[in-house]
């Protein structure tokens, strides 16, 4: 890994030890943000090369990638994944959006229904919210724990357990192959509302708004301490989290797409060697 990578993923990602917090992270790019050109002609690199990655992944089939994208609403997570992926060959790219759960999903422990959509080796996965909505949402609302019929529910713990069961879900994928990686896209409130009126003024962007929006909205300090506590249990070696400043989604997009490129880099995937008998047979088929 280079230094100018090595130096990114330490920008953005968050401690592994807990000791950060949320308010001390920023919304806005770093001063030494290229402009807008720069970073559009960067991008389309990066796309390009990650590309190639991909190609490598999807052939070498000994690893997996599992990126999970955890934001506010209109912070920019749908247009970044279509950007930073534009490229790659969706014969092994797989994007899943998580919901609220069904009957059939409340029925089952709450890390199910995304161990039915992991990425098989050799394929890049993205979730699009995830397995934390259990400790995001559904913390906020701790009414929502009513429909999911656990037995004795202590309130106070449950937020810890889970905490405790994601991270040993995320080692076990790491040890089976799977790297996870996951960003934080860190949008401000301001930026919201002026994204928020944008959907409301702008015909073509009507359909993203919800009233629901404006609900998570108003509690909006709860949400901030939510991720806070979410961010410092979960950010692990094995998992790292990464705080992208989303009030510039020129500036995002190439933050993410700089530590998905490292991520791949990092694996190291090869194309299969052939050896002198098979290439003979290939020549001769």
Same mark, same amino acid.
């Given at each position: 890994?280079?230094?100018?990578?090595?130096?990114?993923?330490?920008?953005?990602?968050?401690?592994?030890?807990?000791?950060? *917090?949320? %308010?001390?992270?920023?919304?806005?790019?770093?001063?030494?943000?290229?402009?807008?050109?720069?970073?559009?002609?960067?991008? @389309?690199?990066?796309?390009?090369?990650?590309?190639?990655?991909?190609?490598?992944?999807?052939?070498?089939?000994?690893?997996?990638?599992?990126?999970?994208?955890?934001?506010?609403?209109?912070?920019?997570?749908?247009?970044?994944?279509?950007?930073?992926?534009?490229?790659?060959?969706?014969?092994?790219?797989?994007?899943?959006?998580?919901?609220?759960?069904?009957?059939?999903?409340? $029925?089952?422990?709450?890390?199910?229904?995304?161990?039915?959509?992991?990425?098989? $080796?050799?394929?890049?996965?993205?979730?699009?919210?995830?397995?934390?909505?259990?400790?995001?949402?559904?913390?906020?609302?701790?009414?929502?724990?009513?429909?999911?019929?656990?037995?004795?529910?202590?309130?106070?713990?449950?937020?810890?357990?889970?905490?405790?069961?994601?991270?040993?879900?995320?080692?076990?994928?790491? %040890?089976?192959?799977?790297?996870?990686?996951?960003?934080?896209?860190?949008? *401000?409130?301001?930026?919201?509302?002026?994204?928020?009126?944008?959907?409301?003024?702008?015909?073509?962007?009507?359909?993203?708004?919800?009233?629901?929006?404006?609900?998570?909205?108003?509690?909006?300090? @709860?949400?901030?301490?939510?991720?806070?506590?979410?961010?410092?249990?979960?950010?692990?070696?094995?998992?790292?989290?990464?705080?992208?400043?989303? @009030? @510039?989604?020129?500036?995002? %997009?190439?933050?993410?797409?700089?530590?998905?490129?490292?991520?791949?880099?990092?694996?190291?995937?090869?194309?299969?060697?052939?050896?002198?008998?098979?290439?003979?047979?290939?020549?001769?088929?």
């Amino acid at each position: 890994m280079s230094g100018s990578q090595d130096g990114l993923l330490k920008r953005h990602r968050v401690p592994f030890d807990g000791a950060f *917090s949320i %308010r001390e992270l920023p919304c806005d790019p770093p001063e030494d943000t290229p402009s807008k050109k720069e970073l559009e002609d960067e991008l @389309d690199d990066l796309v390009d090369r990650l590309e190639k990655l991909q190609q490598r992944l999807f052939a070498d089939e000994r690893f997996a990638v599992l990126a999970v994208f955890q934001a506010m609403d209109a912070a920019g997570k749908d247009s970044t994944i279509r950007k930073v992926f534009s490229g790659v060959n969706p014969a092994g790219f797989r994007v899943h959006a998580f919901g609220r759960p069904g009957q059939l999903e409340l $029925r089952h422990d709450f890390l199910r229904r995304v161990v039915l959509r992991l990425p098989e $080796r050799g394929k890049i996965g993205i979730f699009n919210r995830s397995h934390y909505e259990e400790v995001l949402v559904v913390r906020v609302h701790p009414e929502f724990l009513d429909a999911q019929h656990l037995p004795g529910v202590d309130v106070k713990r449950i937020w810890d357990d889970r905490f405790e069961s994601i991270r040993n879900f995320e080692q076990h994928l790491s %040890r089976n192959g799977t790297a996870v990686v996951k960003f934080w896209l860190n949008v *401000s409130r301001k930026e919201q509302k002026k994204r928020f009126i944008s959907r409301i003024e702008e015909a073509d962007k009507n359909w993203k708004f919800r009233l629901g929006d404006l609900d998570d909205r108003e509690r909006w300090e @709860d949400f901030q301490a939510a991720y806070e506590s979410m961010l410092k249990a979960t950010s692990r070696p094995c998992a790292p989290w990464y705080a992208i400043p989303a @009030d @510039d989604k020129a500036y995002m %997009r190439v933050a993410v797409a700089r530590i998905m490129v490292a991520t791949l880099e990092e694996l190291d995937p090869r194309f299969p060697e052939v050896d002198a008998a098979q290439s003979r047979e290939l020549k001769e088929g």
